[in-house]
């Protein structure tokens, strides 16, 4: 059984839709990769997922429980299925790099204060910042900064982890190190959807890779066909397209 | 001599303390009261979008109404409304007119909380969406959002506007005076009569030194969340 369906999802703003229908599934373990040109919709449909848009139309599954949003605690739940890592990392400044881990998990009771605390020391080790726990955000560079968010999203256990273009706001010398994060929690088991335009890593690591365009899967596919042999023309040009400008 | 000025000008000052606090213990909390309410986003006609009613479908009517009430109490001065709320309630209604100090406190509390709440909303308008996301997809509640990680950085963002409001009233409760509240001024004027012009000067002092302690206070707390940027 799929850890994810979404069938038939539809959103759209005002008078544009963004999303035209879409539907697929997710295998426990499998990592998605979204591709696409801007404005396709990529960034709408995680929001979807994460129940920060309310879609117009379809469903969404997971493991084998349809998610419904008919009141606001049961959105709050829906939202804890899932993770996500932002863009420009939303980190709480206010917070140091722990209590940014911590502090979900607290209010949501999730063990006692020095279980949570042993949690999130593990994680930050996981993602190499365990020597930055009582540093503050601002003192992070942009690469240490998502490395705590992914930290932050995993210490509530989702059991899908989106995230959204996280490199697109790091210099280029920090992208390595986010990257190869995300690479360890796909050998840790994670089931993760990444939208990005890294399509080398895209490749690498995706065990699916999803091309979005004007709010439609225009392809879906294993990384090998659909960057090697692309069967849509769309799909052809933007591939061609990104890498010419590498 | 000045002792006796002393004495004198320490009765109406103890005034002047009274409203300043009592109008900040109440104007603070009911400053949020009234910037929740110009940012209420209730909708009673939403649903007439397409009929020909739809102008009314935008109209959200406790934001109206609130920041009507902030927009006539913020252009109007302070003075009149002192007037007002003191004499208004027997001349118009013919009720018994409320002890003076009360008068005074409800009128600077009101004038007040809506200065706040201006100076609350930019702030909290000023939070960026990403935070309230953040906070979302961890599965905190609104008010855990609100209280846990938008507020202190609110806080943070409106201590300079604040410290300057704060600083205004020190100077606007000689207003008081107008109903006949023996505050630090008048006390002070009560020696001219008397030939003598420095107790003027001395009451300045009083209100230099308020004022100053109050900057180091305000200095203070800034200076306690500069350890966070946001
Ligand atoms: N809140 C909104 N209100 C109105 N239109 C929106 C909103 N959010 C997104 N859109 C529109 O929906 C379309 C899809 O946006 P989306 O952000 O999902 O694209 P994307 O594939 O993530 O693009 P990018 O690669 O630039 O991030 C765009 O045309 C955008 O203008
Ligand atoms: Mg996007």
Redesign the pocket.
């Known amino acids: 059984m799929a850890i994810l369906q979404v069938n038939n999802l539809r959103k759209g ?2 008078d ?1 839709d ?2 035209k229908g879409i539907s697929f599934s997710l295998e426990q373990g499998q990592v998605l990769a979204i591709i ?12 979807c997922l994460n129940f920060l ?1 309310t879609p117009d139309e379809g469903e969404i599954w997971v493991a084998g429980k349809q998610l419904l949003s008919a009141s606001e605690e049961e959105i709050r739940q829906n939202r804890l299925h899932f993770g996500l890592v932002f ?1 420009n990392f939303n980190l709480f400044p206010q917070y140091s790099v722990l209590e940014n881990i911590t502090l979900a998990p607290t209010l949501l009771k999730q063990g006692t204060a020095e279980q949570i605390r042993e949690k999130a020391m593990g994680l930050l080790e996981k993602v190499g910042l365990k020597e930055k726990a009582e540093s503050y955000p601002h003192q992070l560079s942009g690469g240490q900064q998502q490395r705590v968010a992914i930290a932050r999203a995993l210490a509530l256990n989702p059991q899908i982890l989106c995230f ?2 996280p490199t ?1 706001a790091l210099d280029p010398e920090l992208t390595g190190e986010v990257l190869r994060v995300i690479r360890g929690l796909k050998n840790g088991g994670n089931t993760m959807i990444v ?1 990005t ?1 890294e399509m080398e890593f895209a490749r690498s690591v995706a065990d699916v890779v999803m091309f ?1 365009a004007d ?1 439609v899967i225009e392809e879906m596919d294993a990384p090998e066909q659909v960057f090697g042999d692309p069967r849509s023309e769309k799909t052809r040009a933007f591939i061609r397209g990104a890498q010419e400008k590498f | 001599m000045f002792t006796q000025v002393t004495l004198e000008l320490l009765g109406g000052f103890w005034e002047t303390i009274k409203i300043f606090l009592l109008t900040l213990a109440f104007s603070i909390p009911l400053g949020l009261v009234v910037c929740f309410g110009s940012m209420n986003k209730w909708s009673p006609f939403r649903r007439l979008e397409a009929g020909p009613l739809h102008f009314l479908s935008g109209w959200k009517p406790i934001r109206w109404l609130t920041r009507t009430f902030v927009w006539i109490i913020r252009g109007t001065p302070l003075m009149l409304q002192l007037i007002i709320i003191f004499y208004g309630p027997g001349l118009m209604f013919g009720l018994p007119s409320m002890p003076r100090m009360t008068a005074t406190i409800v009128a600077f509390s009101i004038n007040y909380a809506c200065y706040f709440s201006e100076i609350y909303r930019g702030g909290i308008e000023s939070i960026s969406r990403g935070q309230y996301e953040a906070g979302q997809v961890l599965g905190m509640t609104k008010s855990q959002i609100f209280f846990r990680v938008v507020l202190l950085q609110v806080v943070k963002r409106i201590m300079a506007p604040m410290s300057n409001e704060i600083i205004t009233l020190v100077k606007d409760t000689s207003l008081a005076r107008i109903i006949g509240i023996y505050e630090i001024i008048w006390s002070g004027e009560q020696f001219i009569k008397k030939g003598l012009i420095w107790p003027l000067f001395y009451t300045g002092a009083f209100y230099l030194i308020f004022s100053g302690a109050l900057t180091i206070l305000f200095g203070k707390l800034e200076k306690k969340l500069s350890y966070f940027r946001g």
């Open positions: 703003f005002g544009t963004v999303l696409g040109s801007s404005g396709g919709g990529k960034s709408t449909l995680l929001r848009e863009q959204d273009e697109s939208v335009h979005m709010g």
